[in-house]
């Protein structure tokens, strides 16, 4: 069986590259078929749900793990035996070497500002792996949502009585304290390097498709075809949801999506808000719906650059239009295996759910800073986990959650730079012009700015086959999930031209196939915390 390219810490601080695989990993199993098409899957998980979230960085919401302070919110103490992480240590906690020590927040702090996290100001809070520059570079101390009087809240940090659910789901199933974004930068980067691990060849285009300069969101762009490296957060323009009035970006190349569809295995992007609030006369749809935050505030419940299949002409539902019966949920039809997250539920209801799928909150749940918070983001995450459990899937389902970028949040582990870059304009982790080594550290096709891996996310692993109370070392990505996707269901198959696949490191360190020893969890969602 083949299994995902592994790549050891040791080679990446060396500046070597090492490909290898494993066959190991599910020799003592029986590998499952899917019931629908009967595919052959590469371990037990049959199906597989993948929540991505928006903008938090490892140490936000995890630095003291499993240490709360219990002074507010739910209490958390750990059981015994709990694991700590690579977090933040007495030193780090009194003695930082930012400008501002780091700073608990309260569970009545939830609604907060949002950072900056784009993809220069993230590589010069790292200062060249010094880790002490984020006041100055990424640190957004006023703003709407009120503040706190704070200075540098990029130092800002939740515990247990804050993200008290995830909390719980890490030491019931496992987790990773050394999982990172692909590359640095905001949503939409994260968000394509999730189906695709690639970010180069996106085109920049008008409302009619031509192309056209857009130096905010493209970067070495071709002055004749406008085509470059996507590094900011431009709408796709497969989408009629979207802000024509701006440039938008077409990207090409196959995506996990196409793959998927070739192999017959079913699939499915849930995105809340998707569904349209209405139609103009010529049938296009109008995104507007909303819901109210915890802080009274009305938030738009559709973010288009928040969809990754939209930029893709062929896994694209440019008009949002809903599946012609329940049924249709996972396979070709008028969707296109695009849909609102309403579909999701009614599918589970139904008994129908695709083999992977990925699910997106309606933003004022989906926890980015600015007009999400971890306690929204927590009632959609306990409400969904607790809903596949009670599902007739849960016996070979795996969920994880994860994150598209940091937020520009504080975390204080350097990343690996396993692909370098050197635009003058944009690279700046190493001085003006300079990430990694360019020279010597870029495998994957000389793309610039497509510098990574950026900081360091959250990443829990929710299954019955998920190692319990675990933290896993190895290092990985977002791409690590693309990977997973493409091992079990693929076998083993790439997505090809410069894709951070092909140096994605392995999960299967965190499942125990030979045992399905996790048993249920179900949270309360006000609280985050078990009620049985």
């Avoid at 993200?163 to 030491?171: D, E, F, P, S």
Wanted: a negative charge; hydrophobic letters at 35%; one cysteine or more.
């Amino acid at each position: 069986m083949h299994w995902s390219i592994r790549r050891t810490l040791a080679v990446v601080a060396a500046g070597g590259l090492c490909l290898a695989t494993s066959a190991s990993a599910v020799a003592s199993t029986t590998p499952g078929a899917h019931p629908a098409t009967g595919t052959r899957v590469g371990s037990p998980i049959t199906h597989l749900v993948v929540i991505f979230d928006e903008n938090v960085s490892f140490d936000h919401y995890f630095g003291t793990y499993p240490h709360a302070a219990n002074t507010d919110g739910p209490r958390f103490v750990a059981r015994p035996g709990t694991p700590d992480v690579n977090g933040l240590t007495p030193a780090l906690l009194t003695n930082n070497p930012n400008q501002v020590q780091p700073i608990r927040l309260s569970n009545s702090q939830a609604l907060t500002c949002d950072q900056n996290h784009d993809y220069t100001p993230e590589q010069l809070a790292m200062d060249g792996g010094l880790m002490d520059a984020f006041v100055q570079n990424t640190s957004v101390d006023t703003c709407s949502p009120p503040n706190f009087g704070t200075t540098g809240l990029t130092m800002g940090y939740y515990d247990g009585n804050t993200v008290t659910a995830l909390w719980h789901y890490a030491q019931h199933f496992a987790m990773s304290d050394n999982f990172f974004g692909t590359e640095f930068g905001p949503s939409t980067p994260g968000a394509l390097n999730l189906i695709s691990g690639q970010t180069a060849n996106g085109t920049s285009v008008n409302a009619q498709g031509i192309p056209v300069p857009d130096p905010g969101a493209i970067g070495s762009q071709n002055p004749t075809t406008q085509t470059g490296t996507v590094y900011g957060d431009p709408d796709p323009f497969y989408d009629n949801c979207a802000n024509h009035a701006n440039p938008t970006v077409k990207m090409s190349g196959p995506n996990v999506g196409t793959m998927l569809s070739a192999a017959n295995v079913t699939w499915g992007w849930f995105e809340g808000g998707f569904a349209p609030s209405r139609r103009l006369a010529n049938g296009t749809p109008v995104c507007g719906h909303t819901h109210t935050n915890i802080g009274g505030a009305s938030i738009t419940d559709y973010n288009p650059h928040h969809n990754p299949f939209e930029y893709y002409a062929a896994t694209a539902n440019p008009n949002h239009l809903p599946p012609a019966s329940v049924n249709e949920i996972g396979h070709a039809g008028q969707a296109n295996h695009e849909y609102d997250l309403k579909f999701f539920y009614q599918g589970l209801k139904a008994g129908v759910m695709p083999a992977v799928s990925f699910l997106k909150a309606a933003d004022y749940q989906d926890g980015h800073a600015g007009y999400s918070d971890p306690l929204d983001e927590q009632n959609f995450l306990v409400k969904t986990v607790n809903k596949i459990e009670a599902s007739k899937f849960w016996p070979h389902t795996a969920i994880m959650i994860t994150y598209d970028d940091s937020d520009g949040w504080y975390d204080h582990v350097m990343p690996p730079i396993l692909n370098s870059s050197a635009d003058p304009a944009l690279d700046a982790l190493n001085g003006t012009g300079v990430c990694g080594h360019p020279a010597t550290g870029n495998p994957l096709g000389g793309f610039q700015d497509r510098c990574g891996y950026g900081p360091r996310l959250p990443f829990l692993l929710i299954s019955p086959f998920a190692k319990t109370n675990f933290v896993s070392n190895s290092l990985a990505d977002q791409t690590s999930i693309l990977a997973f996707i493409e091992n079990n269901w693929l076998g083993g198959e790439r997505i090809g031209n410069g894709s951070f696949d092909a140096l994605s490191g392995s999960l299967k360190g965190m499942f125990d196939f030979n045992h399905s020893a996790a048993p249920k969890l179900i949270l309360n969602p006000a609280t985050g915390e078990p009620v049985r």
